[in-house]
């Protein structure tokens, strides 16, 4: 009897392993030797680049990888391996292929060629579909950007308005490398509608100079409204000093090169930019003590280098970081000594509506109440600011209520 339960609990062993599926993967092996098999077995490599902290990672594990269809496929079309990036020969593989966030999906051919990629978790019949575009050469990336890099400037144009849209990972990329063979963007509209409409960062230092330098070109030929233009550039400056300044093998960043770099190209706009990036890198890694100083230091404005609008857009986006009572007085402070030389008659609308911000983020409704009563009473209040405190004065009221 003995006997025959341990047949069948083997028998249901066996049953376990062949029903469940799963991407059979090699972890970490020796990289030139993944390369020698996909050549021999004409096959893609699908590499999952992954770290032991990332949360998503373990999420594709558990929920794709097991997927039925996804594990069939990817068995029978791929030869399939895992790097841990931060780890033996991952932190090579890292720097060569350029990952930086996590997971990334590379799809890379025998020559070491990557040919398709996606970033971040992916659903299981996303993630199917990308496999099969990826053994689709006219389909998958490295088909789509041959054909692209051959487009003239208002295809392309319309190409990455489309990628934009669609939220397309690869599209960055491919735009700076069409760039990069079209410098002369000042006098082609669609160039330079490539530029202010669907990139993130420029391919290099010398094309964001030559938007600096000749602003007035770039608005007369592209037709833009200067102010939208300015704060466009401001993005695009700010976007390359981090790219620039950022250690792509550590990830760790220099901030004085990221603040000497925006000074060069934005020196206007480099003070409140700066001050403003480097308390939320401080900020995003939990850094308070590095980041008030500088909070605090902005506060006081005793040069009158940032205006009345970049006082209170640091302090709305920061003060609720700095709850303490002194912390939140000087806050406010600022904001009520700041000496406003325009439209006296909307000072206390404001000022008020600065604190308003402030306390709705920190959950303060004694505080908020009071503050958003007064720009109710305020004459010189939008009348949709007004109603819009009315109706959340009203939900705390019945929330309160009940």
């Not at 077995?41 to 990332?54: D, G, H, Q, R, V």
């Not at 990826?134 to 190409?159: C, H, I, Q, T, Y």
């Not at 205006?307 to 920061?318: K, P, Y």
Request: net charge negative.
């Amino acid at each position: 009897m003995m006997k025959r339960i341990s047949i069948t609990i083997c028998l249901l062993v066996m049953a376990l392993q062949v029903f469940s599926s799963e991407i059979k993967f090699q972890e970490n092996p020796k990289w030139e030797s993944v390369l020698k098999k996909a050549k021999e077995e004409n096959k893609l490599i699908f590499f999952n680049a992954y770290t032991t902290w990332c949360t998503f990672c373990k999420k594709m594990d558990a929920e794709v990888y097991t997927n039925d269809d996804v594990a069939t496929y990817y068995n029978d079309k791929f030869i399939n391996v895992k790097y841990n990036m931060e780890a033996g020969e991952g932190i090579m593989l890292a720097i060569k292929y350029n990952v930086r966030s996590y997971p990334a999906s590379l799809y890379i051919d025998g020559d070491g060629n990557v040919v398709h990629k996606s970033l971040g978790f992916i659903e299981s019949p996303v993630f199917l579909e990308n496999g099969k575009v990826a053994n689709n050469p006219d389909l998958r990336w490295s088909g789509v950007r041959e054909k692209a890099l051959k487009m003239s400037p208002k295809d392309f144009f319309e190409f990455g308005a489309s990628a934009v849209k669609n939220g397309d990972q690869d599209y960055d990329l491919i735009a700076r490398e069409y760039l990069s063979k079209h410098p002369d963007v000042l006098a082609d509209k669609h160039l330079l509608d490539i530029i202010v409409q669907t990139v993130n960062v420029l391919p290099n230092d010398k094309m964001l100079k030559l938007l600096v330098n000749n602003k007035e070109q770039v608005i007369k030929v592209g037709g833009y409204d200067p102010g939208e233009f300015e704060i466009r550039l401001t993005g695009l400056a700010v976007s390359y000093a981090i790219e620039a300044s950022t250690n792509v093998i550590t990830g760790d960043q220099d901030l004085a090169k990221f603040n000497e770099l925006l000074n060069s190209y934005i020196p206007e706009k480099a003070y409140f930019t700066s001050n403003y990036y480097t308390i939320e890198y401080y900020l995003r890694r939990n850094l308070e003590d590095e980041a008030y100083p500088i909070y605090a230091k902005f506060l006081e404005n005793k040069d009158q280098k940032s205006s009345f609008n970049e006082l209170s857009n640091m302090v709305i986006a920061f003060a609720s970081n700095f709850p303490k009572e002194d912390q939140l007085q000087k806050s406010f402070s600022a904001i009520e000594n700041y000496p406003i030389k325009e439209a006296k008659d909307t000072d206390n609308f404001q000022k008020n509506l600065v604190r308003v911000l402030v306390y709705l983020k920190l959950h303060d409704e004694a505080n908020f109440k009071i503050y958003a009563n007064k720009i109710i009473q305020d004459p010189n209040a939008p009348k949709e600011l007004k109603s819009q405190l009315e109706n959340t004065l009203d939900q705390i009221e019945s929330e309160e209520g009940q």
